[in-house]
């Protein structure tokens, strides 16, 4: 009876071995799934540089908005039209967008202002460090302007020069959202002056 037992129990363990043997196979080596090739929050088109360009070029001035040049928007990045702000008032300038309406006071107005806005891809971080911009504005226009961004909520401005092309300063760094950037004008002597963004306007930094 004992070398009955015996039979039986081996015969069991081999058939437990039997079926582990029979789990489907995944080839020669360990399963690697594609998805992980990169490492989670990788940006696929890291740049430095150019993050974004609008022309107004052959624009009346008095269009609502104007869109980003598509071959001069880095890849990867959403780059919203340039607008005005509701309180401005719509005024025609050829090669630009034109408004008129700024302050009057020696303080800017957080209601006046024009704007854009980048978004990086998801997986990747903007910096933005500066912005080339041309103005113009009227004789009885803006005499101060500056440049302010969403990153802290509006709080440091950078001064944008009048009636000339020139560069601001930007200090933006680690968004991995949507930055907005105003410029605003003050200082008018008359709610009739104007200021516009005229030829080209283009912000530079980096895509990480």
Not at 98 to 118: H, M, P
Not at 164 to 174: D, F, I, Q
Not at 183 to 196: K, L, N, P
Request: hydrophobic residues 40%; aromatic residues 6%.
């Amino acid at each position: 009876m004992w070398r009955l037992l015996f039979v039986l129990a081996a015969a069991g363990c081999a058939t437990a071995g039997q079926s582990m043997g029979d789990a489907p196979s995944h080839g020669d080596g360990p399963s690697v799934d594609s998805s992980h090739d990169a490492p989670p929050g990788a940006c696929a088109n890291p740049t430095t540089g150019t993050i974004a360009t609008w022309s107004f070029i052959g624009e009346p001035g008095s269009q609502l908005m104007t869109a980003a040049v598509a071959n001069m928007t880095a890849a990867g990045v959403t780059a919203a039209p340039v607008s005005r702000s509701a309180a401005l008032v719509v005024a025609s300038g050829v090669g630009s967008i034109n408004s008129s309406n700024w302050a009057t006071g020696s303080s800017l107005d957080v209601s006046k202002y024009y704007t854009f806005a980048v978004t990086p891809a998801s997986g990747c971080t903007l910096a933005l460090t500066s912005l080339a911009i041309d103005t113009k504005t009227s004789s009885t226009g803006p005499t101060l302007a500056v440049v302010a961004t969403s990153a802290d909520s509006f709080g440091q401005t950078s001064p944008v020069g009048l009636n000339t092309a020139g560069t601001s300063n930007l200090s933006v760094g680690g968004a991995t959202g949507m930055v907005e950037i105003r410029v605003f004008g003050y200082g008018a002597s008359a709610t009739g002056g104007t200021m516009r963004i005229q030829n080209t306007l283009t912000l530079s930094g980096s895509l990480n």
